[in-house]
C-alpha cells in the first residue's frame, strides 16, 4: 500500500521538466505528479504540451494522476520524490534546496537534473547535504534511457541505492558515477567527439551532412549494441582490448596527434571563428529537425536492441 | 548483358576480405567473386569460413559463384572490380598496384580497403594513378553500411562516380572525402571519443563497463538516427546550431578544457601506462565478445532505423 499513489513533485515546467513528468506518468503507474512552476499560465500550458510527450499510453489517465502548484511548499509536502529542473544558475539551486529540505518529507529523495553544477556545490546552504544527488538525463528522458546518477562525496550510499532502485525499477539505464566531474560523462564523451567533428569539417576533409551520415552508419549503431571498449575488446579477437592495442596503437596515437595538431590549427575553440561556417552548412543541410521522426526512429532503434 | 556475371577480385582472404566476399555474393546477385590469396590451404579455408558471413542468403548459390586463385595475373584478368586488402604496409600496396595494373582490364575499377595508408601512397608506381580509390569499410563490412571513399588528388572523378554508383545501387552508404588525411573520419571522430573514455576511467570517474552502458543507452542510440551535427542543431530548437552553440558553448568549452587537462594528467597516449588497469577492466568485464550476437543486434537496429 506504501507505494500507491507516490506523489512525485517536478520543480520546473521546461522541456527536461515535462519530459520527466511524463517518463513518471507513464512507467509508474502508481504515482500522482505535482508540478511546481511559477508562471502565470503553468496548468494551461502543461494540459496542452504535455500530451506531446505521451506515447501509447491513455492521455486522459495520466493527466488525471497530474495536479499545479505555484507554491513551493505545498508541491513539496508529501512528496516521496522531488526532482528539480530549474535554470541552471548556481544561485538559483543553492537558495531552492533549503526550502525543500524544510518543507519535504525527511525521507523524500532530492534530484537535480543539471547537466553541469554538482551536488557538492548545490547542497552549500542545506541541512543535511547527505540527501542530495544530480541525476542527469540525455534530452529527452522520456526517451532515452540513460541517467548519470552523480553523488556528491557528502550523498548518502542510501540515497544512492534508493535512486539507482527507482530508475531500474521503471525502465531506465541508471549509471552512477564515481565521482563528480566537469560536464559528466555522457556530455564529456560526445563532446570530444562533437570537436573533432568541428575540426574535420573546418579542414575540408567531409561536409557537416556526410560526416553525420559517416557516424549514422557506423559508430551510430555499433555504440548501440556494444560501447566503444566492448567494441575494441572484441576487435582485438581473443587477446581482447590489449591485443587491439598491439596490433593497431600506432593508428590510433596518429590519429590523436593528427586531431590535436588539427584542433590547434583550426582554432576549435568556443568562439574561434570556426563555428559560423559549420552553423550555416547545418542550417543549410537541414533546416528545422523533425524531433518528432527522430523519437520515433529512436524508440525503434532502443526496442531493437532490447534483449 | 554487359552486367551479367561481372567478376570482382578479392585480393586478400583476410576477415575482411571475405566479409567484402560476402557483401558481394550477397548484394549483387549478378557477380561472380574470385578470391586471390598466396595462402596454402586457400580453398579450404575459404569454403569452412565464409559461410558464416552469408545471412539470410542461399550458401549453396553463393559458394557456385566463387572462385580461387593463387596467381595474380589470372585473379585480375577481366575482372570489372578488384578490391585490395592486403597487408597494412605501404611496400606491400605500392608494389601489388602496378602488377594489377598491368593484367586487369583497363576500365576495371581499383579499391583498397586500407585503414590508413592513401591512395596517393599506394599509387606511386603506378602508370595511371587516376584509377585507385580507397573505400575504407567499417568493421565488419557485410554488416556495416558505411564506406569511407577516399580520392587522392590524381583519382579521376568517373572512378569516384562509378565507385559510388555500384555502392549505393548494392545497399552500402558511400561517402566521398573531400581530401586525404590521417585516418580517415570515421576512426578519427571514434578514436576522438575512445581516448575521452580512456582518459575518464583512468580518472576514476567511471568503470569501463559503466562507460560503455552510457555509450549504448545514450550517444549509441541518438547517433543511429541523427549524427552530431544534425542532433545539437535540433537541440538548439528554432535557432539551431548556433542558438545550441550560443547557450551552452559554455558547458561545450568546459568540458574540452577538462578533457585536455585529464588527458595530460593521466598521460593518455599509445604506451602511456595506463592501457594495462583499462585492458584489465575490458577484460574481466567481458571476457570473449560474442560477435554473432552483436551482428545480429546490429542488423535489428539497422533495419529499425531504415524508412
Partial sequence: MANKQMKITVVGAGTIGLSFAALHLTKNTDCTVTIFDTRQDLQQYVQQTLPGYLVDVDHDA????????SKLEDAVKDAAIIQEQGPENPAFKIDIWPQIERHAPKDALLWSSTSGIPASQQSR??????????????????????????PSPETSQVVVDRTMEY???????????????????????????????CSLVTQGVVSVEDLD?????????????AGPFKSYHAGGGEGGLKSFMDKIGGTVQGCWDASEEDIRKGNISVGGGWEAHICRQTDAAYGVVDTADRDTKTRKVLEAVKN
Same sequence: chains 1, 2.
Fill in 213 to 225: 551520415e559517416i557516424v549514422q552508419t557506423s559508430m551510430g549503431p555499433r555504440w548501440t549494441v
Fill in 62 to 69: 495520466c493527466m488525471r494522476r497530474l495536479s499545479f502548484s
Fill in 125 to 150: 546552504d542545506m541541512q543535511d547535504k547527505s540527501r542530495l544527488v544530480i541525476v542527469h538525463p540525455f534530452n529527452p528522458p522520456h526517451i532515452m534511457p540513460v541517467l548519470e546518477v552523480v
Fill in 167 to 197: 530508475w531500474r525499477k521503471h525502465d531506465r539505464s541508471p549509471v552512477v558515477l564515481q565521482k563528480e566531474c566537469t560536464g559528466f560523462v555522457a556530455n564529456r564523451l560526445a563532446f570530444a567527439l562533437y570537436r573533432e567533428a
